[in-house]
C-alpha cells in the first residue's frame, strides 16, 4: 500500500545544475500536483496535472517543468537550479469525488542548493 | 488571488490543556479542508467542510465553519503530544490554496 512515493528524500545540488525529482501513484489518480513548502509561507503549487498527457501551471511555475506521460508519475524537472529553489518539495495526488476531494502526499524531497 | 491567514503562528502548550487555532481567507471558501503535518512527513486530512456554520467532531478535534464561510477555528480538547505538528487550513477550489500553518507543540 504505497500510496505516493517521492525520490530523492534530500539532494544538493550546486547552482546551475539541473535534476528531477521523480513521484509515484499506485491509486489510479487523474490529478497529481507539485508543492513547495517553504518557512511560514505553507504550500504553494508549482503545477499539476489534470490527467496523462495534459499538464498546467500553478501559482511558482517558474524554473521548473512538468510531464505527465502516464498515469502514475509526475516528475518534476529543475532546469537550471538556483539558490532561491532550496525548499521541501511535495508531489500530492487526489482522491475522492469533486469538492470533497482528499489530496495524499508524499513524505517530501528536501532539496538545497548551493 | 485568494489569501488564507492563520493564527497563531506557534502555540506550545502542556499536555492536557485546550487550544484553539484558527483560519480566515480574503475571499469565500469553495471547500475547506483542515490538514495536519507532522515532522518529516507529508499533510494528512483531517477534515472536509463544506456548509456555512457546519461542526464536526473527530475525536478530541472539533471543526468549525464560520456562517460567512470565510473562517474556522480548530479547536482540540486535553491536547496530548501525539498532536503535535502544523495544521494547515486549505481551501479546495479548482485547485488548493493553502494557509501558512500552526506550528503546535504539545508537551508532556
Known amino acids: 500500500n504505497a500510496g505516493v512515493t517521492q525520490t530523492p528524500k534530500f539532494q544538493v545540488l550546486k547552482t546551475g545544475q539541473s535534476m528531477t525529482l521523480q513521484c509515484a501513484q499506485d491509486?489510479?489518480?487523474?490529478?497529481m500536483s507539485w508543492y513547495r513548502q517553504d518557512p511560514g509561507m505553507g504550500l504553494r503549487l508549482i503545477h499539476y496535472s489534470v490527467g496523462a498527457g495534459i499538464t498546467d501551471q500553478g501559482e511558482v511555475p517558474n524554473g521548473y517543468n512538468v510531464s505527465r506521460s502516464t498515469t502514475e508519475d509526475f516528475p518534476l524537472r529543475l532546469l537550471s537550479a538556483a539558490p532561491s529553489q532550496t525548499s521541501v518539495y511535495f508531489c500530492a495526488s487526489l482522491g475522492g469525488g469533486s469538492g470533497t476531494g482528499e489530496l495524499f502526499f508524499g513524505e517530501g524531497s528536501r532539496l538545497t542548493v548551493l | 488571488t485568494q489569501l488564507l491567514e492563520q493564527s497563531p503562528q506557534f502555540l506550545s502548550i502542556q499536555e492536557g490543556e485546550n487550544l484553539t487555532v484558527y483560519c480566515n481567507s480574503s475571499s469565500v471558501f469553495s471547500s475547506l479542508q483542515w490538514y495536519r503535518q507532522e515532522p518529516g512527513e507529508g499533510p494528512v486530512l483531517l477534515v472536509t467542510v463544506v456548509t456555512g456554520g457546519e461542526v464536526k467532531k473527530l475525536k478530541r478535534l472539533t471543526f468549525q465553519f464560520g456562517d460567512a464561510r470565510k473562517d474556522s477555528s480548530l479547536h482540540i480538547t486535553a491536547a496530548q503530544p501525539g498532536d503535535t505538528g502544523l495544521y494547515l487550513c486549505a481551501d479546495y477550489g479548482q485547485n488548493f490554496v493553502f494557509g501558512p500553518g500552526t506550528r503546535l507543540s504539545v508537551l508532556p
Open positions: 491509486m489510479n489518480h487523474e490529478y
